[in-house]
């Protein structure tokens, strides 16, 4: 059972590196069917949905971003490149339907030599990609090291039965998290309400729970997880990492979609050249390791953020929230922000992706 390529993990990242590899021997594994574990809000720019082809999952299109804090709300205009809700199940089975990669519902327990164990069997790649969030499943055994609790964060959701405007944000230490913020994103008929901690404390249930009878609203059902907020590495021997596996979740916004997906399409056209032939191995290693530490300055400030800003006295924080409200600030901030992760239109070079295409929900073997 050997394959050009396995990639452990089929959400944002595994995915996306998949649906650039269309016609090779690809095996992609996942502990759940495609599109069913959800952990996010979801929430995203329009502009990177549509740079793959992914549109026709957006739930709700969103051009502010709002800020509460205990006596002020901060209104961000996006409209020059607005946010997104997305439906998680709707965009995975887009995003699986451009590739046609072999899936297989399985835990990649372990890697030995190029051999993805599996308990329906090792399978064996000539590149192996860790696309399995956090938990860097393939890799751990290898570098212990790269999964520190205190370069996690965690964040909690619930789904609530009413309608709203714009993604907003609340950050007030007293009444909150001390060093957290909560969100509502809505998205359609729903929206989605979240705490999240910097800390990566996990006990979340009771500051949730509160958060969202203090919104007189009633939530149903919980998820979440882990996000990183520290980069960790790009390749580890190697086997490639890619999105959260690689710590490429962005601290202090917790924006990891977007880095998932971006990372995801550029080593998967990066393994492509590879397969054709127009690349060795090691100048796609090279070339990858490259594209992820260009943005370690990026992300080491983000980093510095998260630790201090919310460590500041509330006035003083105001006064920076206020600052960013002037549009030239705003959208300088902006425009360094997105840049850092901006595809560009990539579904127009894409086989047209085959609709008809059906998850597996059984295990292929
Ligand atoms: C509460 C919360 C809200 C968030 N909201 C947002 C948001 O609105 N916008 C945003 O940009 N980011 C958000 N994030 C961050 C974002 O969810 C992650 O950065 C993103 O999901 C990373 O994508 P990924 O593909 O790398 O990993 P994941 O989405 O974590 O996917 C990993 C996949 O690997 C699979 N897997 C795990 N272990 C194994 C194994 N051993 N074998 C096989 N498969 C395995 C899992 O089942 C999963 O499908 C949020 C995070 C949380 C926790």
């Not at 790009?234 to 959260?244: E, P, Q, S, T, Y």
């Amino acid at each position: 059972m050997t394959y050009d390529v396995i990639i452990a993990g089929a959400s944002f990242a595994g995915l996306a590196v998949a649906a650039r590899l269309r016609g090779k021997r690809v095996l992609l594994l996942d502990r759940k069917p495609v599109g069913a574990g959800q952990t996010s809000a979801c929430g995203t720019l329009v502009s990177t949905l549509e740079a793959l082809g992914l549109q026709a999952s957006i739930r709700q299109v969103h051009d502010r971003l709002v800020l509460h804090t205990p006596r002020r709300t901060f209104v961000y205009p996006v409209d020059n490149d607005p946010f997104c809700t997305f439906d998680y199940e709707h965009l995975c089975r887009l995003l699986y339907a451009q590739g046609d990669a072999e899936f297989l519902q399985a835990p990649a327990q372990d890697l030995q030599q190029h051999a993805v164990q599996t308990p329906q069997g090792a399978f064996r790649g000539e590149i192996v990609v860790d696309a399995t969030g956090w938990r860097a499943a393939l890799v751990k055994n290898r570098r212990p090291d790269l999964i520190r609790e205190e370069r996690l964060n965690f964040g909690l959701e619930t789904v609530a039965n009413y309608q709203d405007d714009g993604l907003h944000f609340w950050f007030d230490p007293e009444a909150l998290l001390k060093r957290g913020v909560a969100w509502a994103f809505p998205a359609g008929d729903h929206t989605r309400i979240g705490v999240g901690s910097y800390m990566g404390e996990t006990r979340l249930k009771g500051d949730l729970q509160r958060f969202v009878s203090g919104m007189s609203v009633q939530g149903d059902g919980l998820h979440g997880g882990y996000f990183p907020h520290a980069l960790r590495t790009a390749l580890v021997d190697d086997v490639f990492l890619v999105g959260d596996s690689a710590g490429q979740c962005l601290a202090l916004t917790g924006e990891g979609i977007r880095p998932a997906l971006f990372f995801g399409t550029h080593l998967g056209d990066l393994l492509r050249r590879t397969l054709d032939g127009e690349l060795d191995l090691q100048a796609a290693r090279e070339q990858y390791r490259n594209l992820v530490e260009q943005r370690r300055w990026g992300y080491d400030t983000l980093c510095l953020a998260q630790r201090v800003l919310p460590r500041l006295p509330l006035p003083l924080l105001q006064v920076l929230m206020g600052a960013v409200t002037r549009r030239p600030v705003l959208n300088t901030i902006l425009r360094v922000y997105v840049e850092a992760f901006r595809l560009d239109d990539r579904s127009r070079q894409l086989t047209p992706p085959d609709d008809e295409r059906m998850i597996p929900v059984s295990p292929t073997t």
